[in-house]
C-alpha cells in the first residue's frame, strides 16, 4: 500500500518534471526570444546582443533549465521581460483570485451535481431524467463564452439584478467580489454540474444494477435504506476522479469566463502575457496550471484508492 | 471478429445499419438533421445571403430586425441575417479538415504503443500526460501568436493539439484487443507489425476512434469559436460566430439581436455534433459517460 502510494507520488514528480521541459523546449524552440519581444524589431546587432548578456541567455539551454528548474522549485519564478517584476507577486493576487472563484464554483457545483446525477441515476429514463440529461448536454456543449453571454443579457442587460461585468481591482479582498462574481460563478457551475451529473449517473445506474443491490432488495431492504447504505457508498466513488478534472479544468480553462466578465485571474493574466509574448511569465504560469492538474489528480487517484479496496488490490497486481 | 474478413459489400451494410440505429434514436435523428442543416447551409449560404457580409451601411447601424434584415443589423450596418449564415463557413471548413488529421496521426500512434507495450509505451504515456495538463488555450494562443492567425496555421495547430488525447483513447482500446487470440495467431503466422496493425487491430478500434472524432470535432469547434471569440481566431471582415458575439456583445443592451443569431447558430451546431456522437456511441455499443472534462 505505501509502496504504491510512494509509485504515484513518484509518477507525478515525473510527469511534473517532463511537463516543465516541454514549457521550457516550447519556448526555446518558438522563434525570438525574450530580447527580441522586449526590444522589438529594431533590436539588432549591438543592442541585442548587451540585452542577451544581461539576461544570461547565451549560456547553453540545458544549463539555463536547470537553473530554471530549480530556482522554481525554490518558489523563485523569475522576472517578468517588460516590467522587470518578480513574477511569484504578480501571479499571486491572480492565483489567489482565480482560486476564490474555482472555490466558489465547486461549493455550489459539486453539491448540486451529486444531488442532481443521483436524481437522475435512480429515475432512469423518466421524465426528471431526461430533462436532466439533455440539460447537461446543453450545458457541457454550449461554449462558455456564449452561455456567460446568453446570461450576462438576461440577468443583467434585461432583468438587471446582477453585475454583469467585475470591476473591482486585482488585489482587492475576497469579500469585494460579491456580488460581481455570482455570474461567472454561475457559468463555470454550469459546466461543472453537467460533467459531473453525467459520471454520477452512470454510476448509480451501475450499482443500482449490480448483484449485491439486487440481493439486498431481495432480502428486504427497504429501498431507500438500501440506496442510502449500500449503493450510493460505491456509486460516488468514481465521482472523486471527474471532480478532480474538473478542479483541474477550472484552474486551467476558465480563461475564456475571466476575459468574458473581466474577472482578474490567472488565465487573463495569461492571455495579456501572451499577446505581450512575455515568455518568462508564460513559462511561469504553465508550470504553475500544470502542477496543479497533476496534484489534484495525483489526490484523486490516491483517495480512491484508500476509499476502495477493490482497486487498491487491482493496482498492486498490475 | 475481425471486420476486415468481412467482405467489403457488408461493411457498407454494417455502416447503413449503424445510421439506421442512430437514426432511430430521438437524440440521434435530431442531432443528425442539425448538423447536415448547417453542413448544407455552409455549402450555399454565399448563394442564399441576401447582402454581402462585408457592405457596411452609416445609415442603418444597430437598427432593429425587419422585413429586409431579418436579424437587424450590426454595429457597422451589416446585415446580421447574412453573416450569421456564412458564420460557420469557415469554422466547419478548419475544423472539418483538422478532425480526420488529427483522428487519424492520434489513432495511428496510439494503436502503435498499444501494440509495443512495456517501457517505451509507459515512457510515452508519460509525456501525453504531461502534455495534456497544460491548459489547450495556453498550447494554442502560444503558436498562433507566434505564427499568425490564418487557416494554414490553425489547421495544423488544431489537429496537432487535439490528436494527442486520441493517443489515450486508442491505446486503451487497443490493449483491450492486444491480447486476444487473433492477434497472437498473427504473430505466429509471422506477420509484420505494420500488417498486423492494419489488419487486426485497426478494425477493433475503429469503433471507439469514429466516436472520438465527434467528440473531437465538436471540442474543436468549441476551441475554434473561443479563440475567435478572444481575438485570436478568423480576422475581420470574416464572418465568424465567435467574432460576432464579441464584436455585438458591447452592444447587447439595447442591440441584442446581434447577440442572438450568432449564439443560436453556434449552439445548435455543437449541440447537433454532441446529440449524434451520443446516438452513434450507443449505437456502436461505447460507453462514454465516464469521459474526462478535457
Known amino acids: 500500500m505505501l509502496q504504491m502510494f510512494l509509485r504515484r507520488l513518484f509518477l507525478g514528480a515525473i510527469t511534473v518534471a517532463i511537463v516543465s521541459m516541454i514549457i521550457f ?197 427497504p429501498y431507500w435504506r438500501m440506496v442510502f447504505r449500500h449503493a450510493l457508498p460505491n456509486a460516488l466513488l468514481p465521482a472523486i476522479n471527474v ?49 496543479v492538474y497533476v496534484g489534484v489528480n495525483l489526490t484523486a487517484d490516491l483517495l480512491t484508492m484508500v476509499a476502495n479496496p477493490r482497486l487498491r488490490t487491482l493496482y498492486t497486481r498490475k | 471478429m475481425s471486420l476486415a474478413s468481412i467482405p467489403q459489400n457488408s461493411r457498407l451494410g454494417r455502416t447503413l445499419s449503424v445510421l439506421r440505429d442512430v437514426m432511430s434514436r430521438p437524440s440521434g435523428a435530431v442531432g443528425l438533421c442539425l448538423v447536415v442543416f448547417h453542413l448544407i447551409l455552409a455549402v450555399i449560404s454565399p448563394y442564399i445571403a441576401p447582402f454581402d457580409y462585408r457592405t457596411m451601411n452609416a445609415a442603418m447601424m444597430l437598427t432593429g430586425p425587419d422585413g429586409v434584415h431579418f436579424l437587424g443589423t450590426d454595429h457597422l450596418g451589416r446585415d446580421v441575417f447574412s453573416r450569421t449564415i456564412q458564420g460557420g463557413r469557415e469554422a466547419i471548413l478548419v475544423t472539418g479538415i483538422a478532425t480526420p488529421i488529427a483522428v487519424a496521426w492520434g489513432g495511428m500512434v496510439g494503436i502503435f504503443f498499444g501494440l509495443i507495450g512495456g517501457r517505451v509505451d509507459e515512457v510515452m504515456m508519460r509525456f501525453v500526460d504531461a502534455f495534456l495538463s497544460l491548459p489547450w488555450i495556453l498550447k494554442m494562443l502560444v503558436l498562433i501568436v507566434t505564427f499568425g492567425t490564418g487557416i494554414e496555421v490553425l489547421i495544423p495547430t488544431l489537429a496537432f493539439f487535439y490528436g494527442i488525447p486520441v493517443i489515450r483513447i486508442a491505446r486503451a482500446a487497443t490493449h483491450d484487443v492486444v491480447a486476444r487470440d487473433f492477434v497472437a495467431a498473427a504473430r505466429a503466422r509471422g506477420q509484420s507489425r505494420m500488417t498486423i496493425m492494419r489488419k487486426e487491430l485497426l478494425p477493433n478500434v475503429l469503433d471507439a476512434l469514429m466516436v472520438e472524432g465527434a467528440m473531437r470535432w465538436s471540442w474543436m469547434l468549441l476551441a475554434f469559436s473561443s479563440l475567435s471569440f478572444l481575438g485570436f481566431g478568423v480576422s475581420p471582415p470574416t464572418p465568424d460566430w465567435g467574432l460576432m458575439i464579441a464584436d455585438a456583445r458591447g452592444f447587447m443592451s439595447f442591440a441584442p439581436w446581434g447577440v442572438l443569431g450568432p449564439v443560436i447558430a453556434l449552439s445548435t451546431l455543437i449541440i447537433g455534433i454532441n446529440l449524434t456522437a451520443d446516438a452513434l456511441a450507443k449505437a456502436l455499443g461505447i460507453d462514454r459517460a465516464q469521459k474526462a472534462p478535457v
Open chain 1, 243 to 291: 471532480v478532480a478534472l474538473t478542479i483541474a479544468w477550472l484552474l486551467g480553462g476558465v480563461v475564456v469566463i475571466e476575459v468574458v466578465f473581466n474577472y482578474p485571474g490567472l488565465g487573463r493574466m495569461m492571455i495579456d502575457a501572451i499577446s505581450d509574448r512575455d515568455l518568462p511569465v508564460v513559462q511561469a504560469i504553465a508550470l504553475i496550471v500544470a502542477t
Open chain 1, 25 to 221: 523546449a516550447g519556448v526555446e524552440i518558438l522563434p525570438g526570444d525574450a530580447c527580441t519581444a522586449f526590444l522589438e524589431r529594431e533590436a539588432q546587432g549591438r543592442v541585442l546582443e548587451n540585452c542577451r548578456e544581461e539576461l544570461d541567455l547565451n549560456r547553453p539551454a540545458v544549463v539555463r533549465y536547470l537553473d530554471w528548474a530549480s530556482d522554481a522549485l525554490r518558489g523563485d519564478l523569475g522576472v517578468s521581460a517588460n516590467g522587470q517584476r518578480s513574477i511569484a507577486e504578480m501571479v499571486g493576487a491572480r492565483l489567489q483570485n482565480s482560486l476564490l472563484l474555482a472555490a466558489c464554483a465547486l461549493i455550489v457545483g459539486v453539491p448540486t451535481a451529486i444531488f442532481l446525477g443521483v436524481v437522475s441515476g435512480l429515475w432512469r429514463d423518466r421524465p426528471v431524467d431526461l430533462v436532466l440529461s439533455t440539460g447537461a448536454i446543453f450545458a457541457m456543449t454550449i461554449p462558455e463564452f456564449v452561455s456567460a453571454t446568453v446570461l450576462i443579457l438576461v440577468f443583467s442587460v434585461w432583468l438587471g439584478w446582477l453585475p454583469g461585468i467585475v470591476l473591482t481591482s486585482a488585489n482587492a479582498p475576497a469579500s469585494e467580489f460579491f456580488p460581481e462574481i455570482i455570474l461567472p460563478v454561475v457559468v463555470l457551475a454550469m459546466v461543472m454540474t453537467a460533467h459531473i451529473l453525467r459520471t454520477v449517473r452512470s454510476s448509480v445506474i451501475e450499482v443500482m444494477n449490480s448483484d449485491y443491490v439486487q440481493m439486498a432488495t431481495l432480502k428486504g431492504v
